[in-house]
């Protein structure tokens, strides 16, 4: 197989209605992508996945969805409104834009902190030491100004009177803000944690690569609130899940692997991410997180309100830890998008592009075939009808039938079902392994239970 680029990627994500280039007729809008048909059924199965592993099948696990906007007091405890205001600078000469404490510590090889450096100080560093931009190599840098890292719109209807708020720039602060409503409305006992999935807003530096980085993007995350005394059993137990969910959704173990972090944030006890060899090299899929009493310590400070948790048993009072996992819905949608692209030379010489999806995440579960339209149309679309009461399923009466059995492999349909003269004559129908590309008979009447069976992800 040749190997997998994004623009591959890209290339086949457009033709065949999985993503396109967000507003693209208006020249599109940079890092923006917009999910089309097939895409959308991908991104929600991840979604569900996800849900299923992480709130469904664990009793101590909550689900919130926030609100998007929140009070800006949030994020004055999150420390976003401080860190307004990352240091930045672009390259004259390619008029790529960078952050200067990156750009130091990585000239350095991370010996050097540019933490508590000025702009001033960062810039007699750079010149110094002759640092050239990592794109072009040249140096010939703007001077470093202040990055805003959040959007920011306005509440008011006039504009004198407008406040300022914020896209949120990450999802965890909505179950922080709820920690309480969700322990007394559950009653729930620590351990326990609260699971969310929506969208982010970041003003990235170098947004890019696809969908890897963007500056709107979906996030899966969780938090679990415990004593400090079982936080690391739970931090490690929480990364051995993470691993498991993603191979469990067949990608390559030899395609994983853990990076432990060696600089911690000032209050995080570990943190972790699992990287991924994507076709840019290993990149972070993840992060697993151990945020100490941190986050609920700064609310509590922020808001005025008690946030200490109560022992039912004990009566002890205590504020308490919290393990973090968070992964972001487009960028596994990317990885997997990455794992399941193969080409294959068939034995008559031609290629195929195949997407081995797992059938649980695969955004079409079965394909609809007749034969011949004229002849075994009408049966098809009765059959459909069974079908897609279950499933999504796709019809397709136009071309070869090979022709069309490579339409959904591209798409990673695992299933195609053949109506010929055999469904009229004796209700059987072909159905057809997107993998194996072997065909069995099967009576119409166990089509859906045999496929449910197939698509389960457990
Ligand atoms: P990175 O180091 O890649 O910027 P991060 O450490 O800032 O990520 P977190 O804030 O921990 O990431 O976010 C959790 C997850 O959300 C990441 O592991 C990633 O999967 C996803 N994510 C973060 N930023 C983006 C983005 N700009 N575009 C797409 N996904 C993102």
Redesign the pocket.
Known sequence: MSKLTMDKLVALCKNRGIIFPGSEIYGGFANTWDFGPVGVELKNNVKKAWWKRFVQEDNSCYGVDAAILMNPRVWEASGHIQSFGDPKMDCKNCKTRHRADTIIENFSKGTVSAEGMTNEEMEKYIAEHDIKCPNCGKRDWTSIRKFNPMFITSRGTLEEDADKVYLRP?TCQGEYVNFLNVQRTMRAKIPFAIAQIGK?F?N?IT?GNF?????E?E?M?LQMFCKEEDSMNIYNNYKEKALKFVKDLNVKEENLRFHDHDKLAHYAKAAC?IQYNFPIGW?????I?HRSTWDLSRHQEYSGKNLQYTDPFTNEKYTPNVIEY???A???TLLLLCEAYDEQQLEDGETRVVMHFHPAIAPYKVAVMPLIKKLHGEKAEEILTILNKEFMTQYDESGSIGKRYRRQDEIGTPYCVTIDDDTINNGTVTIRDRDTMQQITLKVEELVEYIKEKIKFI
Do not use: A
Not at 283 to 287: A, C, D, P
């Open positions: 990450e982010s970041r990235e947004p969908l890897f980085r963007t500056i993007f996030q995350e991410d990149q972070e899929l993840n992060g997180h968070s992964i972001g487009d960028r596994l």
